[in-house]
């Protein structure tokens, strides 16, 4: 199958535009059993994170043009986060700077296998991104080849993000982020071009409970998302591999036997290089095995975005 039903989709060479979060990592592993109400000896890194913001990221490193519309506070770490996103080769002319809220953060902590315990994540810059202020630059809909979201966005902002869209003719892909925000997307179904999300998101958006351990519960969820309108509809089930669906095909790309060494941004490399791969005629089956050798490859990676991430590592992977 090639992608001749994806028909929205405009030239590679147009930047893809990414509108969500961006913030600070900070990812703890356990280095034994977690204790209550005390401290845990751990390993603690930082990076930069944000959904929005790795997605623009990696696609960047794949070779992708990429415009981010997020907000950062006026401090340090939103300087810092800035300059490392430009220096990966994001465009970040278009980020809003807020003083009344600080940059976001996210923070994780993970067992001893590197799997995710909990996390708290304070992401309230986010409501600063207005759909007044994505109209004053309506021109960046019209010119980019597709629009991504994340679900962090405030409800009236990812409205005016599917209204300027379709003025534009400009397709929308999508995460739902979490279990708690992926209902703010339900709306627009209809007018998704692509969404990813994992299994607890896809049981809000779906309305019955679905199993990330069950593919093909997982497919039968993604045939009736592309029955709503998605036109490519992928569900992520962690160590039991991948499940997509369009109108013409859907299949299940098991996951890659990895050691893990910290889950956080790998759903994002997968997103990425979905959007990558739709964008430059890769067909829909090998872009879903990419999309799951670039989660293999974040998983193995302390930070959220793999450095030297390359269509040609992906193909070795």
Not at 71 to 77: E, M, S, T, Y
Not at 129 to 146: A, N, T
Not at 266 to 285: H, K, P, R, W
């Amino acid at each position: 199958m090639n992608n001749a039903f994806i028909t929205a989709i405009r030239s590679p060479e147009r930047p893809v535009l990414a509108i969500g979060t961006a913030g600070m990592d900070i990812v703890g592993r356990l280095r034994g059993d977690q204790l209550p109400r005390t401290s845990n000896p751990a390993q603690i890194r930082t990076s930069y994170g944000g959904v929005a913001r790795n997605v623009a990221e990696n696609l960047a490193r794949l070779g992708q043009p990429v415009r981010l519309v997020t907000v950062v506070g006026n401090d340090h770490a939103g300087d810092q986060l800035l300059r490392a996103s430009a220096e990966a080769g994001v465009d970040v002319t278009h980020v809003l700077r807020n003083s009344q809220y600080p940059t976001g953060t996210y923070l994780a902590v993970l067992n001893t296998s590197g799997e995710l315990q909990y996390a708290l994540d304070d992401m309230r810059a986010a409501s600063a991104l207005s759909g007044e202020y994505l109209r004053q630059s309506e021109g960046l809909f019209r010119e980019s080849s597709l629009v991504f979201i994340d679900a962090n966005l405030p409800k009236e902002t990812i409205r005016t993000v599917f209204t300027l869209a379709r003025r534009a003719h400009t397709p929308v892909c999508a995460d739902p982020t979490s279990r708690i925000l992926a209902s703010r997307l339900a709306p627009y179904l209809s007018r998704l071009f692509m969404i990813a999300q994992n299994a607890d998101e896809a049981s809000v958006l779906c309305g019955r409970p679905i199993s990330s351990s069950n593919p093909r519960d997982a497919m039968d969820a993604a045939k009736c998302l592309v029955s709503e309108g998605i036109q490519v509809a992928i569900i992520t089930l962690a160590q039991f591999g991948v499940v997509y669906a369009t109108s013409e095909t859907s299949g299940h790309v098991p996951a890659i036997r990895t050691s893990i060494v910290d889950p956080t941004g790998a759903g994002d490399a997968l997103t990425a290089t979905m959007l990558f791969s739709l964008l430059n005629d890769i067909n829909i089956d090998d872009a879903v095995q990419l999309g799951v050798a670039a989660a293999s490859l974040t998983l193995r990676y302390r930070g959220a975005v793999v450095p030297d991430l390359s269509l040609e590592r992906l193909y070795e992977q």
